[in-house]
């Protein structure tokens, strides 16, 4: 509790930080902040006086787009530098949160107050007209979108920067620096490389693993059969576990997952699949063009699904959330990515160790999903370290890892995009890799059974590794504890 605390009050002045340095792009912020406030205190104003108020912000908004344009390179002089781009993404953002309030508050008065409607209704549509045209100069002159919409959404993203990462390091339990974490990343990445060129030489392709993912990425369904493939693998997967009594599997449990389509929207930003009870499938649909339609069909074939479907209903996520909403449920308060991911992508390695994969081109899927793990830490890590930008992550995931252009993108905006916390895509390996450690202290010790081991998780529910670790082992914990586990 005291780590959430800390977390939420170092996240919270990060916020305030980051608004203070756009506070030139969205000056008339506190104004409009205002109006929320007075009417959430049922303040009634007077019609006139608000009326000039929001004329007064409508003007100070188009005094900001002509400062904007003025300060835009002209020619080739200069291009626009990446921090400009943050900070415009940064404002663009506060506008929508701005314009929902303007949009709650203008709803409380407007047909309701007849003495304030007389006044404020063309004023109001001027100011958000004005707030629109400010944003979409920000968005097309500043951040490089297209005016029509039709062009790829450009991925900019905004780093925290060292010392916030050491600070959400801290509030995971996490012991290790993000450098550390990045050595740690490349090692895997190493590892995954050479088994890469294993199964490509058993599928006659030499060294050549790029052939290898290539000849998968052929082998997909077509259109209506990859629900069927799902179920298929779902129920491979808790076969297997049951047949080698690897973990407790409830009937209910297995009984009550669920499938649906994922959106193109969704897709846009999660190309593959996610879950929990629920499985969503990423599939393409009529209206994408031809190309979008094969990018998905190769990024989503039988052998990246297979490894896919396991991490996502069971063992993974949803053996994992049936399990936390019946034991212990309170600790959802401190429920972490290390953990919820962790627990998934643990299961990826050890069944990729025990075999399951017995093709090499399952092995191919596999290792194509674990190189991935390790470049989200890479990248992202890095980019919020201010190494690498957005752009330059989705150049890496292409040339390393294999991924579909189309699929990068979407990967890269997802884990630099303010959905996610900043340490989200690096702890599906770190959280892995540490389970990994606590299994080696406790099974290849004889302290416990694999069995044991993995049903005494699922009923710790969530909680940072280190301290499952402790409750694990029985370890006294002062009230003062912080994190000192080095599991490298």
Not at 367 to 380: D, Q, T
């Amino acid at each position: 509790m005291r780590d959430w605390l800390e977390a939420t009050i170092a996240r919270e002045r990060q916020r305030q930080a980051q608004e203070e340095e756009i506070a030139d792009l969205a000056p008339f912020a506190d104004r409009i902040a205002e109006l929320a406030h007075r009417r959430r205190r049922a303040e009634r104003p007077d019609g006139k006086e608000i009326a000039a108020i929001l004329d007064a912000i409508r003007t100070a908004i188009e005094n900001c787009g002509a400062r904007v344009t003025d300060r835009l390179p002209e020619g080739a002089s200069r291009e626009v530098t990446h921090k400009e781009k943050v900070l415009a993404l940064r404002a663009c953002k506060l506008i929508v949160k701005l314009r929902a309030d303007l949009e709650e508050w203008a709803a409380f008065y407007l047909d309701y107050d007849p003495g304030i409607s007389w006044w404020i209704g063309r004023p109001y549509e001027a100011l958000k007209s004005a707030l629109d045209t400010y944003t979409k100069l920000l968005r097309s002159a500043v951040l490089g979108e297209q005016a029509d919409g039709n062009g790829e959404e450009p991925v900019v993203g905004d780093p925290i920067g060292r010392a916030a990462l050491l600070n959400e390091l801290a509030a995971e339990w996490i012991a290790c620096e993000p450098e550390k974490l990045i050595e740690m990343a490349e090692k895997e990445w190493e590892w995954c490389r050479k088994e890469r060129i294993k199964a490509a030489r058993e599928m006659g392709l030499g060294d050549d693993w790029r052939a290898a993912l290539a000849r998968i990425n052929e082998d997909y369904l077509q259109p209506g059969e990859q629900p069927g493939l799902v179920a298929e693998l779902a129920r491979e997967a808790i076969a297997y576990l049951k047949d080698n009594d690897l973990v407790t599997v409830p009937e209910l449990c297995e009984a009550t997952w669920e499938m649906k389509m994922m959106t193109p929207e969704r897709q846009k930003v999660n190309p593959y699949f996610t879950g929990g009870q629920t499985i969503s499938i990423s599939f393409p649909t009529e209206g994408m063009s031809h190309e979008e339609k094969l990018m998905s069909l190769r990024g989503n074939n039988r052998h990246f699904a297979r490894a896919t479907v396991q991490h996502e209903l069971i063992p993974g996520h949803h053996l994992q959330l049936f399990m936390s909403d019946r034991h212990r449920p309170y600790r959802k308060i401190f429920r972490t990515p290390f953990f919820l991911e962790g627990w998934a992508l643990y299961w990826e390695i050890i069944l990729y160790e025990k075999g399951f994969h017995h093709t090499p081109e399952g092995r191919t899927g596999a290792l194509f999903w674990r190189m991935h793990r390790a470049a989200r830490v890479i990248f992202s890590l890095r980019f919020h370290l201010g190494q690498m930008t957005a752009g330059e992550a989705i150049a890496f995931l292409e040339r390393e890892v294999g991924h579909e252009h189309r699929n990068a993108v979407a990967e890269v905006r997802r884990s630099v995009s303010d959905d996610y916390p900043p340490l989200y895509q690096a702890a599906y390996l770190i959280g892995g890799l540490q389970v990994r450690a606590l299994r080696a202290e406790l099974v290849d010790h004889g302290a416990m059974s694999e069995k044991e081991f993995h049903d005494a998780i699922l009923r710790q529910s969530y909680l940072p590794i280190e301290l499952l670790r402790a409750a694990l082992r029985g370890d006294s914990l002062e009230k003062e504890s912080r994190c000192e586990w080095r599991f490298d």
